[in-house]
Structure formats: C-alpha cells, structure tokens
T-cell receptor, first 113, second 110 residues
Framework: NAGVTQTPKFQVLKTGQSMTLQCAQD?????MSWYRQDPGMGLRLIHY???????DQGEVPNGYNVSRSTTEDFPLRLLSAAPSQTSVYFC????????????FGPGTRLTVL | GENVEQHPSTLSVQEGDSAVIKCTYS??????FPWYKQELGKGPQLIID?????GEKKDQRIAVTLNKTAKHFSLHITETQPEDSAVYFC?????????FGGGTRLMVKP
C-alpha cells in the first residue's frame, strides 16, 4: 500500500491564481481531511469528508473548496490564492472517523507571492 | 468549538531524562485524545492515544494520563533518546473533527 499520497510536494503561486492540491489513499478509508500547518499554530482543520459525496467545513474553510467523488481521492482547491494561504498542507485519512488513528500524507508546501 | 492548549512550546532535555508535555481542552464532550509525533519534513504519526474511560495508558517508554474532570491530559516520555527529538502534538476529538494543540518541539541533547 502506498498509504496517503499528496501532490505536488512544493508549489509557488502568484496572488489570485488557482490550483488544486491532490490527495489520494489506497486503504479504503472513509474519513479524509485537510489541515494546514503554520508555525506555532499546530494543525488546523480546513475541510473533511466522512465518505464519498459528503463533505463539511472545519475550523478554517474560507478560501478553500473540496469535493469527494470517490473513496480514494479528496482534492483541495484554492480558488484565488492569497499570501495568507502560504502554509504546509497535510491530507489525512482514517477507516471511519476521528476516534482512531489518522494517517497523514507527506505534505505540500505552498507559497503564495 | 473545541480549543486545545499545549505547553511548553519548546522543551530541551538531556538524554536519559524524562519529558512531560501538557495539554488542556475545553469541550467536555471530547472522548478521544491522541498524541502525534512529527519529524522534520514529514507528516505527523500517531504514537499513543487515550479514551475518556481510561485514566492512564503506557506503551514502553511512553505514557499518557487523562484527567477528565480537570480537562487536561499529558504525555510522558521516560529515558529519552536523541531519536525522540521531534515536534509533538496533542489533539482532542469532538463531532467528527480533531483539534490540535500548537505543538511542542522536544530536543534531546546527547
């Protein structure tokens, strides 16, 4: 199993550009989530999904969209990038929810100029 | 929503000493409290977790204690080794969401 994979590893955007961060898992996990990690602020939940076709907002959803058309994939879209979205983004998954081990991907480091 | 505070933000210990990291949470409905270790350039990995019906849990050199009344839980690492150097995060679960503390950078000096 590859586990949780994220692409790209690094990305530089200009303000106003859009892009999609990719996340995929091959463990047949129902629960998937996106976090952003900023220095001194830990990991903050952006969006999560409890299964295909179901998504919900986390703590910091503004400026981000998600969809979950398959169990395996959970892409994160930045519609109009802003410097405040410069961060490291982690995708995570688990078998059924948050009361169990989350498996994290390796992260995407995003810089918005 | 849930709020998790973690202290200290940095911790430096001598190899072989113990390290303790403390967290407090706000939502009394939280029932699951995991701890994650993050090495440089990698995603966090679960090292131990505890549920609200248990007061303490041990796994070799690592232990976690939970006081639900006071809403705080702690991570204890004994006989620290250089490979324990990393950033540690506590978290609390409520309503399909995990809320993380701000992290503790642990440095173990040989």
């Amino acid at each position: 199993n590859a586990g949780v994979t994220q692409t790209p590893k690094f990305q530089v955007l200009k303000t106003g550009q859009s892009m999609t961060l990719q996340c995929a898992q091959d463990m047949n996990h129902e629960y998937m989530s996106w976090y952003r990690q900023d220095p001194g602020m830990g990991l903050r939940l952006i969006h999560y999904s409890v299964g295909a076709g179901i998504t919900d907002q986390g703590e910091v959803p503004n400026g981000y969209n998600v969809s979950r058309s398959t169990t395996e994939d959970f892409p994160l879209r930045l519609l109009s990038a802003a410097p405040s979205q410069t961060s490291v983004y982690f995708c995570a998954s688990s078998y059924s929810g948050t009361s169990e081990q989350q498996f994290f991907g390796p992260g995407t480091r995003l810089t918005v100029l | 929503g849930e709020n998790v505070e973690q202290h200290p933000s940095t911790l430096s210990v001598q190899e072989g000493d113990s390290a303790v990291i403390k967290c407090t949470y706000s939502d009394s409905a939280s029932n699951y409290f995991p701890w994650y270790k993050q090495e440089l350039g990698k995603g966090p990995q679960l090292i131990i977790d505890i549920r609200s019906n248990v007061g303490e849990k041990k796994d070799q050199r690592i232990a976690v204690t939970l006081n639900k009344t006071a809403k705080h839980f702690s991570l204890h690492i004994t006989e620290t080794q250089p490979e324990d150097s990393a950033v540690y995060f506590c978290a609390a679960e409520a309503g399909n969401m995990l809320t993380f503390g701000g992290g503790t950078r642990l440095m173990v000096k040989p």
